[in-house]
């Protein structure tokens, strides 16, 4: 990307070196503190507190639990709460009071297998309905919890009889725009995408990208449906327009190609749902904008809509690291401040600029 005056620049703002396995951070709500989460030497889970002071970072608590911890979400809580779900090796998926994290507020073993991705909606103060959280697991399901009901998942996503299992890397919520509407997104090893519809309980539509989707997520939760964004283990990015669905082409989208290596997450930036940053195998991050097309839809041949795809220019690219940068999250509160956690055992926090003039 070219570095004109007006281009935004990311900054590597503080990094500090970690002695574990980091595989998810978050932004806590409405503060400068931000978690994360994942796997000591021992085979534990750790979850490091950690605030923000000036250009460095103080650790405020640490907590051990008895199995590595793989993802976190605050999305099904409340602002007063900002109680963290998190799923583990070990399929379970517990919530806890940071405040007081000896022992989860809520625990269900939810998978027989790991849990490799997890979601919130409902919590706050974003989007409609009830607070509900995703899993995705290795053991092939998708399912839906609300946290106020017990052992059972509302909704439950596993393969028909007769088709294998095939591991789940990613899973999104999306379109909780009133109190009926909802879908969750779930991406899965061998390319496949499924949308499903939690208002209909069914299969909405799916679609396959080659290769194994490392990422899904939509540019905003809590709206009608607008774009979904799928990144893929060859460099590959996909950005469907998901304002129109065609009854037998589904939905238009542009493809990228980003890079060589793995693209293992992307993240919109809350305050501006057409910039998103995409974290890379090989250390980089690249920011990115949706340009929309003049028209959004036109007829077919047939007279049935079909959606016209954008297209995405680069703003800004950055390599911060020699190791995978395995998670992303985008401050809710500060525009253009980012964390990330890459395999080099760091945690770097960012901060990118000229976010305004774009």
């Not at 998926?93 to 269900?108: D, R």
């Not at 998708?142 to 009889?161: F, H, S």
């Not at 499924?194 to 540019?219: A, H, P």
């Not at 990228?256 to 940053?277: C, G, Y």
Request: net charge neutral; hydrophobic share 35%; charged share 25%.
């Amino acid at each position: 990307a070219a570095a004109g005056p007006e281009r935004p620049q990311v900054v590597s703002h503080i990094q500090q070196a970690l002695s574990y396995t980091v595989f998810d951070c978050k932004w806590v709500p409405r503060s400068a503190r931000l978690l994360c989460l994942g796997s000591a030497a021992r085979g534990t889970g750790l979850v490091q507190l950690y605030e923000l002071h000036g250009a460095r970072l103080e650790l405020l608590r640490e907590i051990e639990k008895p199995k590595p911890i793989k993802c976190g979400t605050f999305g099904a809580t409340s602002l007063q709460q900002r109680y963290l779900a998190t799923g583990d090796f070990d399929g379970n998926l517990n919530i806890w009071n940071l405040e007081a994290p000896e022992i989860p507020v809520y625990s269900v073993k939810g998978h027989k297998e790991i849990i490799n991705s997890i979601d919130g909606v409902g919590g706050l103060g974003i989007g409609e309905g009830a607070p509900e959280i995703v899993t995705g697991s290795r053991d092939g399901t998708v399912k839906v919890w609300d946290p106020r009901q017990n052992d059972t998942p509302v909704a439950n996503m596993e393969p028909v009889q007769g088709e294998s299992k095939r591991d789940c890397w990613t899973v999104a919520f999306g379109n909780a725009y009133n109190q009926e509407e909802r879908v969750v997104c779930a991406g899965y090893d061998n390319g496949d995408i499924k949308l499903f519809d939690l208002k209909t309980m069914s299969l909405r539509w799916e679609t396959n990208i080659k290769n194994g989707v490392c990422s899904v997520e939509f540019d905003r939760k809590d709206i009608n449906m607008n774009k979904l964004v799928a990144t893929s283990l060859e460099g590959k990015f996909h950005v469907f327009d998901m304002r129109t669905q065609h009854p037998t082409k589904g939905f238009a989208s542009v493809s990228e190609k980003a890079q060589k290596s793995t693209i293992w997450q992307v993240r919109h930036l809350p305050q501006n749902r057409d910039i998103f940053m995409t974290s890379g195998g090989s250390g980089s991050l690249h920011l990115w904008k949706y340009e929309y097309p003049a028209q959004r839809s036109k007829k077919d041949s047939e007279g049935s809509e079909m959606g016209v795809a954008g297209s995405v220019s680069l703003l800004q690219n950055v390599t911060l690291s020699t190791q995978p940068i395995s998670s992303l999250d985008w401050s809710p509160d500060k525009k253009g401040l980012c964390v990330c956690g890459a395999f080099d055992q760091t945690v770097r926090v960012l901060i990118v600029t000229k976010l305004n003039k774009i």
